[in-house]
């Protein structure tokens, strides 16, 4: 028997199941509704078997995950400072500046949302190869 199966697995849908396993209750939500917009792309998934079922302990399994949603890498900065860099996001889904506008706005209201007093800035913002960096800046509210 020899079965190939393949496809592609929303980025989106991977961030807010990857946030859902770490993260329980409304944060978790937030969090995870973040994912669901702010990420774009898809990651392809392949697996072939070849396999004689009278021999199943000799199965072979060939499996390849290809990437192609880009990436955030959080960098802390100081007690109050952090930058979120985006990386090599696709450039289809990047390049109006809409996904940068949103996801600025998400990092915000998380700021807000645990209670704090913070800003996000963008820096090193290019549109045609998908980065820019979130800037979040927060203090204690009083």
């Known amino acids: 028997m020899k079965m190939t199966l393949d496809g592609a697995v929303p980025c989106s849908e991977l961030g807010a199941s990857a946030v859902g396993a770490h993260v329980d209750g409304l944060i978790g939500e937030l969090l995870k509704?973040?994912?669901r917009v702010g990420?774009?792309?898809s990651v392809k998934v392949r697996v072939a078997v070849e396999a004689d079922?009278?021999?199943i302990e000799r199965a072979k399994v060939d499996q390849a995950v290809t990437v192609d949603a880009g990436h955030m890498v959080y960098e802390r900065r100081g007690e109050h400072e952090g930058a979120?860099?985006?990386r090599e996001y696709p450039v289809e889904?990047?390049?109006s500046g809409a996904v940068v506008q949103?996801?600025?706005g998400c990092w915000e209201a998380g700021?807000?949302?645990v209670g704090v007093d913070g800003k996000v800035e963008v820096e090193g913002l290019d549109l045609e190869r998908g980065a820019c960096d979130f800037v979040?800046?927060?203090k204690a509210r009083r």
């Open 84 to 86: 979120i860099g985006l």
């Open 33 to 35: 509704g973040v994912a």
């Open 102 to 104: 949103l996801l600025g």
């Open 136 to 138: 979040l800046t927060w």
């Open 111 to 113: 700021l807000d949302f």
């Open 53 to 55: 079922t009278r021999k």
């Open 39 to 41: 990420l774009g792309g």
């Open 93 to 95: 889904h990047f390049r």
